[in-house]
């Protein structure tokens, strides 16, 4: 199966990230921050000075009690951070040397196709390592006890300066290939890979594979999902990082939890882009030090589209493997809009479009305007490469119209998908948090 996608955007940045895999000393300290997990109400299950082994449970979710967090390293329990209204916001953990874990059971490739559905569900939910699954509509923690009609697995990130996964996943064809017959027990449809054409996964067995191509946000899941077999009211979708399919692999194949990844430290204000071999919960400061430019630069947990802004002693995000480092200013040019689109120092989405120069642009965070009056101009449409109707959607969700909303396809939305939107914006609009709301309000209304 081919799919092509026609409408979106590659944005070129300056600060693209080498194809050298750099190794890191191990950090002193890592951190989960359940902040991060939208809709959970997490119980915890350790108090500071409680020593943890790598993979034993941290907290779980209120809600769903079975879906508890692994502790991404072996160590003793430093900091628990408690925000406004005792809201949890970062588990701190001091590692130990030796970092202890208790192995599971392991089986071998053969044994994993002959698991059934319950046994492989089992052995997630008790290594505490559930939470990688998140389903469709919502974006959140998937439901245990729900039955999705297909599985999702991007190997395509099309995102600016995010992880190779083709360099990434070359050396674990065989973790992969077994975390993908583990997760095909899981549902009863197909579990859809989407790679690129001539893909080293392309002789993965178990899963149906999808060759796309195209801009971002072609690599998205939400717009794989759209053009493959869309979201209807009802229906639950899982999706899975791609290195976390290796998690699963080595959970089975090995019986232990192994958090590294590899990630991305870029952008134009890095001295050295580059791939980094890390781990879950990083703290920036082991990763930055030698990273970062003199000048005032902002670092961004994930890819400049749709991360979130860290101080220099916060923590990589659960689910990124980008650190994107961008320089931070907020200088204007007077009268600009009287000289649009043809300078080497602003970017213009329009010239983009026309090819008058495909040269990597040196980002910053300045927005180069203000939040003003939507006029609809077609700029959301020609990077949404989804038929729905992105400026309706938009007004619905503002009405608080429920019924509008789900005429014109919020179901299948995410905040992600419309990044590029809010980026080619003329208004200045974040359209992905416009989004965001009209996906709340839904789930409110149940």
Known sequence: MNITIRRGHDIQIVGAPSKQILHISNPSK?????????????????????????????FFDKSKPDVKWASPGGGKISQIQFGPRRVLEKIEIELDKDEAQDPSVSYTQTEIENLSSDKVLD???????????RQRPFNKIANPSDTPRNIFISAINTAPLTVDLELVLKNKIEQFQAGITALTKLTKGNVYLCIKSNSILSEIRGAKKVNVSGPHPSGNVGIQIHKIKPINPGDIIWSINAQDVVVFGNLFLNGIYDPSKVITVAGPGA???????????????SLLYEHIDEEPVRIISGDVLTGKEMMKTGFIGFYDSTVSILPDTVEREFLGMLNPGNKKNRYSLSSAFMKLGNAAFRFNTSQNGSKRAVVPLNAWEKVLPMDIYPNELYRAILARDVEEMEQLGIWECDDEDFALCSFSCPSKIDVGSVIRQGLDLIEAEG
């Open 123 to 133: 052995t997630i939910l008790s290594s505490n390592l559930f939470p990688l699954i």
């Open 271 to 285: 001295t050295n882009p580059v791939h980094v071999k890390a781990r879950t919960g990083l703290s920036l400061q």
């Open 30 to 58: 890592i951190a989960i921050m359940p902040v991060e997990f939208r809709g959970v109400k997490p119980k915890l299950l350790v108090e500071e000075g409680d020593s943890v082994t790598k993979g034993s449970p941290l």
